[in-house]
């Protein structure tokens, strides 16, 4: 590959690297789980949008893809250690088939100058989270009804999703500020 200078193969290594970090710190938010009947609450989609507002949307959503494959692929990466493509059609379906889009947008969100603002980065934030939970709510509505969805798969997140909208931004603006995450 000629046309790849060794500053482009660094930078490309790089970030195949911070690719797979995400996708571990992924798995590793998914074991910090309170849980709760349908849809366990976890720390997952705090590290989804991290991702794409870190490393931009597509290598976000690249992310997330690797997660989710090795995630059906059956190793132990969701919530509680479990994994498997069963998990794929569950009740927490919709919610693991948001995260790629989810961490897209996070990161064409986290490129747009007023999310630089505290508070305009953690309402662009909580838009991306409610993707999440409007998919995963609609998905799970499918098998347990729309009230009982709302119930058991939104409202209780409404509070989580703020603080760890919070939390992306935070994490977002102290990674931009080392030299592996600095925007160019």
């Known amino acids: 590959m000629a046309f790849l200078t060794n500053a482009k193969w660094q ?43 870190v490393l ?42 948001a995260f790629p889009t989810a961490a897209f947008v996070a990161g064409s969100l986290a490129r747009r100058p007023m999310f630089a603002a505290p508070a305009a980065g953690v309402a662009l934030m909580i838009g991306a989270h409610l993707l999440i939970l409007g998919l995963g709510t609609g998905w799970l509505a499918t098998r347990i009804g729309v009230s009982a969805a709302i119930a058991a798969g939104l409202t209780p997140f409404l509070v989580g999703a703020v603080v760890k909208s919070i939390a992306v931004v935070a994490g977002a603006a102290v990674l931009h500020r080392t030299s592996w995450f600095r925007r160019g």
């Open 11 to 53: 930078t490309l290594i790089r970030r195949l690297f911070a690719v797979a970090g995400f996708a571990g710190l992924m798995a590793l938010c998914a074991q910090v789980a309170v849980p709760m009947v349908p849809v366990p609450m976890t720390l997952q989609t705090f590290a989804v949008l991290l991702a794409g507002a």
């Open 56 to 97: 931009g949307g597509g290598w976000g959503a690249v992310a997330v893809l690797i997660y989710l494959a090795l995630a059906a692929l059956g190793l132990p990466v969701l919530s509680d250690g479990a994994g498997g493509w069963q998990r794929f059609a569950g009740p927490t379906a919709g919610y693991l088939i």
